[in-house]
């Protein structure tokens, strides 16, 4: 019986191999993730469960500011960004709180085999079924701008543009993004 | 100053030498010569003039010449050094040197205060951060209640504007920028480190050779 090819056995065959060099995924030099890892480092050691009743990193104005498109001069490299159109066009909704959206994440992250671990307001999501090398993982922190708008920031770290462009739109951001009108770029 | 040189110098106007350019900023010569393949790709997009206009660097920024975005502006304003509404090749290495790595930190404090200070007083005034705050939020089609607006302005100036004069002036923004360094992150691309790689120039690597004899 005929069968396709596995990926697995493409990397094995001999006409595959010549030349090939495996891709190595490095980390952008802008995707800082210390914060996020200093996190959890301290949250595996102490195991404190803190009370999410702090309000989360507000931000200041330049902050928001900074997030315009045209001042993110990588776009005139044509850099591969990961640039994803997060507005959801229902209006504001008040009244959501950050634990809410982290609910939210975590429920939609689950059909899609992320495994999710979070710290109060930083969140990191591991994608273990990753077919290629190197996991795709995604940070996210939420930041209050308002005392009922919240900011979602998603950085990408390790892993393959590609895979995570194919993380269909209405599962892991959108749903859980449903009631925030957020850019990011 | 051999005829290769000026062969190029007449196609673009606005061509530096690269040796001379790299003297002057963090680039190494090859890494001029990557940026002018850059140059090359955007400046002639619209006109092929050698030049990079204002549409030119609107659709290199957003892929659509006709958007208008008051922080490209100012962008644009400040690569344009010479005030003459377009960006030669040298303007755009000298720009491109502060959002370097390697460029100082006071280099790219100078330029964000500068680029925040839209009418060049050598203050940022709350109306102007309050200005380029409604862009943004018009640009990420989230509105806000004014009284929301001016909470997060009052919390900025609160933090920033130290003599409360309901201003910023550039100490007062090195302090905030110091404390919030987070600020900066639009003044850094990493992707000047790989600009040989990104934009292999060829051509120019006989011109080094000439220059050299």
């Keep these: ?185 | 100053m051999g005829c290769f040189h000026s062969k190029v110098t007449r196609q673009h106007p606005g061509y530096e030498d690269p040796v001379t350019l790299a003297s002057q900023t963090a680039f190494s010569v090859s890494e001029v010569e990557a940026l002018f393949e850059l140059f090359k790709s955007i400046s002639s997009s619209v006109v092929d003039d050698g030049l990079i206009s204002k549409e030119e660097f609107q659709l290199a920024l957003f892929k659509n010449r006709k958007k208008e975005n008051i922080f490209a502006n100012r962008i644009f304003d400040l690569f344009d050094a010479k005030k003459k509404g377009i960006i030669d090749f040298g303007d755009f290495v000298r720009a491109l040197n502060v959002f370097h790595p390697n460029a100082s930190q006071e280099d790219k404090i100078d330029f964000t205060f500068k680029l925040y200070d839209m009418d060049g007083t050598g203050f940022i005034e709350r109306h102007e951060v309050k200005q380029m705050l409604i862009a943004l939020l018009c640009e990420s089609e989230m509105k806000l209640a004014d009284e929301t607006i001016e909470a997060i302005l009052d919390k900025t100036f609160l933090e920033a504007d130290i003599n409360q004069d309901g201003k910023i002036d550039i100490s007062e923004w090195q302090n905030f920028v110091s404390r919030n360094p987070s600020l900066l992150k639009i003044m850094t691309l990493p992707y000047l480190r790989d600009i040989t790689t990104t934009f292999p120039s060829f051509v120019f690597n006989s011109e080094v050779d000439e220059v050299a004899t």
């Design chain 1, 1 to 185: 019986m005929l069968q396709h090819i596995t990926i697995a056995e493409i990397l094995k065959e001999e006409w595959f191999k010549k030349g090939y060099k495996p891709p190595v995924f490095e980390e952008k030099d802008d995707t800082n993730l210390d914060d996020v890892e200093a996190i959890f480092k301290d949250y595996e050691e102490h195991h404190v469960t803190e009370q999410r009743e702090e309000q989360p990193t507000a931000m200041n104005a330049f902050e928001l500011i900074s997030m315009s498109k045209g001042l993110n001069l990588g776009n005139l490299f044509d850099a591969e960004e990961v640039c994803m159109d997060l507005r959801e066009k229902q209006g504001l909704h008040l009244n959501v709180t950050a634990n809410e959206i982290i609910h939210k994440i975590k429920e939609a992250a689950k059909p899609l085999e992320f495994d999710v671990h979070n710290k109060n307001y930083k969140m990191r999501l591991y994608n273990l079924k990753a077919e290629r090398k190197g996991n795709l993982n995604v940070a996210t922190e939420i930041f209050q701008v308002a005392p009922s708008l919240h900011m979602v920031e998603i950085r990408k770290a390790k892993g393959d543009t590609l895979e995570f462009n194919t993380v269909p739109h209405d599962s892991l951001i959108t749903i859980s993004l449903h009631f925030l009108n957020v850019s990011y770029c």
